[in-house]
């Protein structure tokens, strides 16, 4: 994609190389290639530096607008973005739905539009609609990244996943990763699955039938609902929210029966390869979906991933606050 | 393409170098360095190794990545993004004698950005400058402590370091600008 | 007046016609069909080549939106479309603002109809008072009004009960019922098709049982009560096979195709645009396996006729969240040159079989006029430009609402003019040698 760097005419001491995202937004995993996924892991671990620095803020996105606009209640992904966007030195305005004009009647079309008449440079959309970042990309100038968008994906919890995975096993292929939990609504799943079978990952999903999507198999991931299979020789251990509020859809009698069925505890752990990753995206039931022995034992690394998001998210609006398409050299 | 130092000339340069760090800091007590990456990092190492065959002192070395200081990088409205890529200082710069290493001097803008970098990680008692190669242009009110080489050099001509390390040899060569669009 | 069409391709399967013909219009009725009918003073118009002369095509299912919703469309802006598409005729579903469920809406919808005076207009009543599904409607007053048939369409008629209750009673004036198949409770909050698209783009999906169930449903009591029962919009695989069943066992069940259905398939709601929601309906766009049994339905005969479900939505309105957007699409002016394209140029079918699902069929379920050029029959009448290449442009459209997934798509074959009651309501400005029609 780039010109070799001798014919590039740059200042030696001044330009390193150059790469970049293809899009202007992260809208999925799914529209990812392996390459820019790497990119992004890549720089995450340039970011992560700067977090552990006496000083942990760079002049990188000076004056760059940042919009976090939230339409359903996150402190954890909301804060993650809000710290990278400082880390980054960008001027960051936060919108959530209580205080926005939606409450009014207004269209997403049109809060877009007004949000776009002030010229932010990006926009981090968490909205409970799926697809709804799509259509504000169609609308917008502006950079559109994907805070979670209804049940379809949630890009950048996937990519700090694979971070905290590559940083503890150096790899992400062939490693054996069993996503247990609620699979049907979860948008954490399905960027996990596009960005771990995208990086060669065995991935196994596992969580009562009620809860598994319709031809699960094509997303070329192997679904089952007898937890010990999906967590035999498991490499690392995805652990899904149990939503309390599934009950009334029938989707299982009761989380103490889904507990007893599905639960992650210490007894099926053992299954599990000897130095097995627990990962919780959050907000974790404790004695639902994960016994707490578990979540705070030894081998979680539920907080690394809340501490790898921060580094993840400054990757992301790093490497999308230059644009998509490629300047002419002057 | 003429080659204006080849790798003789870049060792016996680099072991000149640490000599005059040496005298000039009457030791290497309380120094460190820190290479600019990419290239100023080998060149870094070096001047460790000569450092320590001279003194027998171990300098600590670090090495810096500038790209989200530089000053052209949100200028642009749109454009890909420069590799970022990990800073390693593993040592705390306080009070240190930091010797910034970098392969060519040019408009001294990479310099810039290194000293804000370096500053967010501590408060120096002083920073010194060593460059490979001198080319001239400064567009910045700086100046090399410790110059390898000055190359007198037009605007349209590039240098272009080689080092064993990142390319397999040992060069330094003054390009002429090429025919056609670039 | 008399008008002559001479040395077209005359296509009429209730007469068994499919050769060169003359046709004789007399006033507002068919005169004759024949071989080189004398021309006796009438107005001769020479047909092109390759054009095919068919009787007035009929679409069944198509939402007028007045009263109530005139932002979306009218009875005028309707009917022009539906002459431009080359309907001579359409059948207005009843969930207006307010319902069709008495004789006054439908009275006013026929006054709208006799205004605009385009395509003919056949109001069909709804089942249940304000279609809540609770009481039945007046359906002895709406069929004197003018109602062709009831249905609750925009839902399933509420309970089995209600249904029978519906059927025995409409049964009585010879009108069929409609339903829109659907279990609710398995649609639940769906907006997609369940499959593979839906779980990957994150939609709540409903099955094609959640269809089927509606149809197994309307069958068995259709079979219990002896009255004519109709699927609306059939779009599953799994309801193909009950009306099959159905119809073997001497059922009097029948049903309907609308042409995205037997088009597209939910790959579309990934692209080219994702979550386009001009590819949200209801029933949902499904899998391929799906779409392909429509295509085999209209091949064997299984499927009576092809309906468009002629939806229209504001652009605001579907310039929304996937989710939030209503369900639906327009129709009426892209139907005939999918249908030729997808099914005749295809080599599916032939055109006397497009012309029963077209024209003879809706006729017959509807128990309406037309279906046929024999003489004395309404000079209802549209012809074809087998061969013409048709590009959709959604913004050109005389719909009120613009909102297709087909824009900008190329097809093969178009509709060349349209004669309702011996008037000529359209010509399609880019065929040539009608002018004189």
Known sequence: ?330 | MPVVMDADRIGRTLTRIAHEIVERNRGVEDLALVGVRTRGVPLARRIAKSLREITGHEVPTGALDITLYRDDLMRQSVGPQPLVRRTEIPFSIDDKKILLVDDVLYTGRTTRAALDALIDYGRPRGIQLIVLVDRGHRELPIKADYVGKNLPTSLEESVQVYLQESDGRDEVVLQQPQGGAV | MKRLLKGGRVVDPSNGIDGVRDVLIDGDRIAAVGRDLPVNGATVVEIPAGFVVCPGFIDMHVHLREPGQEHKETVATGTAAAVAGGFTAVACMPNTSPVNDNANVTAYILARAAEANLARVYPIGAVSRGSKGELLADIAELKDAGCVAITDDGHPVATALLLRRALEYAGMFGMPVIDHCEDPSLKGDAVAHEGYQAAALGLPGMPGACEALGVERGTLLAELTGSHFHVAHMSARASLRTVRKGKEAGVRVTCEVAPHHFTLTDEALASPIPYDTNTKMNPPLREAADRDAMLSGIADGSIDAIATDHAPHHYDEKNVEFDRAPFGIVGLETAVPLALDRLVHAGLIRLPRLVELLSVNPARILRVPGGTLVPGAPADVTILAPDLTVRVEAAALRSRSKNTPFDGWELRGGVAATIVGGRTLFVNAVVEGLKEL
Request: proline content about 5%.
């Open chain 1, 1 to 330: 994609m780039s010109a070799p760097a001798e014919t590039q005419q740059r200042r030696t001491d001044e330009t390193p190389a150059m790469t970049a995202l293809r899009s202007k937004d992260l809208l999925g995993i799914a529209e990812l290639t392996t390459g820019e996924i790497a990119l992004i892991l890549d720089t995450a671990e340039a970011m992560k530096e700067v977090g552990e620095r006496p000083i942990k803020k760079v002049p990188a996105l000076r004056g760059k607008t940042v919009v976090n606009l939230f339409f359903e209640p996150s402190t954890r992904t909301r804060t993650s973005f809000e710290i990278a966007e400082k880390r980054l030195s960008a001027d960051t305005l936060n919108i959530a739905v209580a205080t926005s004009s939606v409450v009014k009647g207004e269209t997403l079309a049109d809060t877009a539009l007004n949000l776009e008449a002030m010229r932010p440079d990006m926009i981090v959309l968490r909205h409970s609609s799926s697809g709804a970042c799509h259509l504000l990309s169609r609308i917008c100038r502006s950079a559109i990244i994907n805070a979670g968008d209804g049940m379809h994906e949630h890009p950048t919890q996937a990519l700090l996943d694979a971070f905290t995975i590559r940083e503890h096993k150096k790899r992400l292929a062939g490693l054996k990763v069993a996503i247990i939990g609620d699979l049907l609504h979860s948008r954490v799943l399905r960027s996990n699955i596009h960005l771990l079978t995208k990086m060669g990952s065995d991935v196994w999903v596992c969580g009562p039938p009620t809860l598994i999507p319709a031809d699960i198999g094509r997303f070329g991931v192997r679904a089952t609902s007898a937890v010990d299979e999906a967590v035999t020789d498991a490499d690392v251990i995805m652990l899904l929210r149990i939503q309390l509020e599934r009950m009334e859809g029938a989707y299982f009698p009761s989380l103490r029966e889904y507990f007893n069925v599905f639960g992650m505890t210490e007894a099926r752990l053992r299954r599990a390869k000897p130095d097995v990753m627990i990962m919780h995206p959050g907000p974790m039931n404790r004695g639902v979906e994960i016994a707490s022995e578990v979540a705070d034992g030894p081998y979680s690394v539920i907080l690394e991933q809340v501490a790898n998001g921060v580094a993840v998210r400054m990757a992301v609006l790093y490497l999308l606050a230059g644009g998509a398409e490629h300047e002419a050299a002057a």
